[in-house]
């Protein structure tokens, strides 16, 4: 089973709310651009998400006003 370290993710504060959104979002466009492209993914497509976050290619932005919740 895939399970990351999400502390570097989740410093300064951002909520596992706005990470599970991000994560969610991001494994919906790779999986519909894989199906444009009419590629077969080996990973699945939450892996490859998290990966993005984790990598730093992508950056969650929450609004300051849910950040100190």
Do not use: C, W
């Amino acid at each position: 089973m895939f399970n990351p370290d999400l502390s570097p993710i989740l410093k300064n504060h951002l909520s596992r709310y706005s990470l599970v959104t991000a994560t969610a979002k991001r494994a919906r466009e790779i999986s519909q651009q894989a199906e444009e492209n009419q590629e077969i993914l080996i990973e699945k497509p939450v892996s490859l998400a998290l990966d993005d976050f984790l990598e730093g290619k992508y950056e969650i932005v929450e609004p300051e006003e849910i950040r100190n919740l």
